[in-house]
């Protein structure tokens, strides 16, 4: 991808840019701080999302490498501490919160649409 490939490259405030490889590989990115409006989103981008609204402690920050995984985002997620050594933080945020499995992410999704599937059902006893 080039600069030229999104209109926002040259205004965005975005610390983690698609389009700027040495962000990808070197910057952080604290939750109160601006995410890359392009699209369509990749996962990272789309974790940034989730973190947003459920992180505790928007003073920890997440590098592309904790936020290209597809792990769950559960609420109060926490990144590493700014102040402390990174790279046993990482080792052990990343043991923490590793990538789904193929099956997992079919499980989720399945038990999804049932949760769904039962509100609508539950939903439809109270207006009849």
């Not at 030229?4 to 040495?22: G, H, M, R, Y």
């Not at 559960?74 to 501490?81: M, R, T």
């Not at 990482?90 to 038990?111: F, I, N, S, V």
Request: one cysteine or more; proline letters at 6%.
């Amino acid at each position: 991808m080039k600069s030229t490939d999104c209109k926002k490259f040259n205004t965005c405030s975005a610390p983690i840019c698609p389009l700027d490889q040495e962000s990808l590989e070197k910057c952080s990115w604290f939750p109160d701080e601006d995410i890359c409006t392009r699209t369509p989103y990749p996962l990272w981008i789309k974790q940034q999302k989730k973190i947003v609204k459920k992180c505790k402690n928007p003073d920890r920050y997440f590098i592309f490498k904790m936020l290209n995984i597809n792990f769950i985002v559960g609420k109060g997620i926490e990144g590493l501490d700014p102040d402390l050594e990174e790279r046993p933080q990482l080792q052990k945020w990343l043991k923490a919160h590793r990538e789904l499995t193929q099956l997992e992410k079919d499980r989720r999704r399945e038990h999804i649409k049932e949760v769904g599937t039962k509100q609508k059902q539950i939903s439809l006893k109270v207006i009849g």
